[in-house]
Nanobody
Framework: QVQLVESGGGLAQAGGSLRLSCAAS????????MGWYRQAPGKRRELVAT???????NYADSVKGRFTISRDNAKNTVYLQMNSLKPEDTAVYYC?????????????WGQGTQVTVSS
């Protein structure tokens, strides 16, 4: 079974920083892309950032220039470095990995980690 476990969430003030981690197990981690998503109260889950097996990155416009996604294949871990945090970044953050060769409804998801940013 593939398992994704997020950590690193917490409380931060506006302008501060947090680093989230997602540890994966149960697969050859380096062969798969990974994504970070977030869900704020009353809103749908939205894409934050993705990183391919080759290390190519994509970001939502709302976090571009502030967040950085990275991966350490030796540790089977993907990170999300969040700088210049804003109150609107408050959400539960989830990591995601496709089950097969394409993203789809049967993908693997972590349990999420709460990020709260105070103004």
């Amino acid at each position: 079974q593939v398992q994704l476990v997020e950590s690193g969430g917490g409380l931060a003030q506006a302008g501060g920083s947090l680093r989230l981690s997602c540890a994966a197990s149960g697969r050859t981690f380096s062969m798969y892309p990974m994504g970070w998503y977030r869900q704020a109260p009353g809103k749908r889950r939205e894409l934050v950032a993705t990183i391919t097996s080759a290390g190519l990155r994509n970001y939502a416009d709302s976090v571009k220039g502030r967040f950085t996604i990275s991966r350490d294949n030796a540790k089977n871990t993907v990170y999300l470095q969040m700088n210049s945090l804003k109150p609107e970044d408050t959400a539960v953050y989830y990591c995601r990995s496709p089950r097969g060769t394409a993203w789809g409804p049967n993908d693997y998801w972590g349990q999420g980690t709460q990020v709260t940013v105070s103004s």
